[in-house]
């Protein structure tokens, strides 16, 4: 239903990601947005709307931003004919890019206006105006390195305690974090939960589930996945993956949304590097 398309070269912001999306027109149905530790920017454009029918009944059109792991419960993407660039932030260059805190937009999805006010009718304009995916990431790549506020950073124990938990694959426990950069548990969790967007808790267990869905879509058993990335059991997986997405491990496994994450793909795709307008995959 989409063509996916990637950027020849990494973005000149550290921690950003980019994809292109343009739907086919060939079916209304929605695609599963699986969660990703990532602050998420999707800059709509094209002739039709996007729409995220979001938890609770909640419904949002064209250009959005999303608070880490997209807030609880499922969520869906569709729309006609639209064409998207999405941007993956992570929630350290966050508040640098969009000029709030990831905190601000936990648990939501916020239409950009809201957030960058008249510069997202410009980006749409300008992403409308170019002639190629290349062009288009050049441009938000560009918008991306204008916005970003070196100053904004998040505090060193806090970037260490993210860094910790990627490693770790959401493996850690909060005490020993705090304890490793002489905290007390309660100041990191206050500390961590303003500048990231989560507590540290609720990070860890978004970067473990997003090992995991990773797992899954790569054709990996679901117990096996379970007993490595450190769930009880594989009810357990399942509980975090419904909790999540609102879907069954093996529903997760051939999420169309994961399309944008090279490793999630390793042996059903095209090989070798794309390039910006030769779309990795369809889906």
Known sequence: MWDVARPSRPSRVAGVSMAGFRDRGVSAAGHLAVPHPA????????????????????????????????????????GERFEAVQVRLSPLVARAVLGVSPADL????????????????????????????????????????RRCRPGSSVDPEVAWAWHRILVARGRVRVDVLAAD??????????????????????????????????????????????????????????RDVMAFTGATPATLAGAPWLAVDDTAWPQRWRRGQPTADRPTRRT
């Open 39 to 78: 602050v998420t920017l999707v800059l709509e454009f094209g002739a039709g709307p996007l729409i995220v029918d979001a938890a609770g009944g909640r419904q949002h059109r064209g250009s959005l931003a999303a608070g880490l792991g997209f807030g609880p419960g499922a969520a869906r993407v569709r």
């Open 106 to 145: 936990e648990g939501t999805v916020a239409a950009l206006d809201d957030v960058w006010g008249r510069p997202a009718a410009q980006i749409r304009e300008r992403l409308g105006d170019a002639s190629s995916w290349e062009q288009r990431f050049a441009v938000t790549d560009a918008l991306l390195a």
């Open 181 to 238: 950069v002489g905290w007390s548990r309660k100041r990191l969790w206050s500390r961590f939960h303003a500048q990231v967007g989560l507590p540290p808790k609720r990070a860890a267990k978004l970067v473990r589930f997003d090992h995991a869905a990773h797992r899954l879509a790569a054709g990996e058993d679901a117990a096996r996945v379970a007993a490595d990335a450190g769930y009880a059991d594989q009810s357990h997986l399942h």
